[in-house]
């Protein structure tokens, strides 16, 4: 990863966003080889500020700049990420199934979101545009997804 060139995108990135000058913002990277993200965020949302925390020793996403993005994106939601996770905590009961499912739901959701604005993002404005596909690398294929399973019939 060059990091000059990271930190030059993160940089770009909080401006056309308008992230900075409403947020205090930094870029750290993360050396440890074990640490199993590609990229993470630190935030202290009454203060407004936010660390981006990007893995230098071993990414899992090919696109760094994707990977700026999308946590970027996540500071700007996360107003609304933390009243829908009030919403949840005060709606459910702690461990009942339909907290369980309603945090689901909403995360699976969030991540997606995120996700699409990510791409719409980068492919408007983007330096590289071809998007990260190391994830899929580990997961199953489709056809090992129906892998036990038996007939409705």
């Given at each position: 990863?060059?990091?000059?060139?990271?930190?030059?995108?993160?940089?770009?990135?909080?401006?056309?966003?308008?992230?900075?000058?409403?947020?205090?913002?930094?870029?750290e990277?993360?050396?440890?080889?074990?640490?199993?993200?590609?990229?993470?965020?630190k935030?202290?949302?009454?203060?407004?500020k936010?660390?981006?925390?990007?893995?230098?020793?071993?990414?899992?996403?090919?696109?760094?700049?994707?990977?700026?993005?999308?946590?970027?994106?996540?500071?700007?939601?996360?107003?609304l990420?933390?009243?829908?996770?009030?919403?949840?905590?005060?709606?459910?009961?702690e461990?009942?199934?339909?907290?369980?499912?309603?945090?689901?739901?909403?995360?699976?959701?969030?991540?997606?979101?995120?996700e699409?604005?990510?791409k719409?993002?980068?492919?408007?404005?983007?330096?590289?545009?071809?998007?990260?596909?190391?994830r899929?690398?580990?997961m199953?294929?489709?056809?090992?997804?129906?892998?036990?399973?038996?007939?409705?019939?």
């Open positions: 990863m060059n990091k000059e060139h990271a930190s030059e995108l993160f940089g770009r990135y909080c401006r056309k966003l308008r992230i900075t000058p409403t947020w205090d913002v930094k870029l990277f993360v050396e440890d080889p074990e640490w199993r993200k590609t990229g993470d965020f935030i202290d949302c009454d203060d407004r936010a660390i981006l925390l990007l893995n230098a020793a071993d990414p899992k996403q090919e696109n760094v700049e994707e990977v700026i993005l999308h946590e970027l994106m996540h500071i700007k939601m996360y107003p990420d933390q009243v829908t996770e009030s919403l949840i905590q005060s709606s459910f009961p461990e009942s199934k339909a907290r369980d499912f309603a945090y689901t739901q909403f995360f699976n959701a969030l991540e997606q979101t995120v699409e604005l990510t719409c993002f980068l492919f408007e404005f983007g330096e590289d545009r071809e998007l990260s596909f190391g899929c690398g580990g199953k294929s489709f056809n090992e997804l129906y892998d036990g399973l038996n007939n409705i019939e």
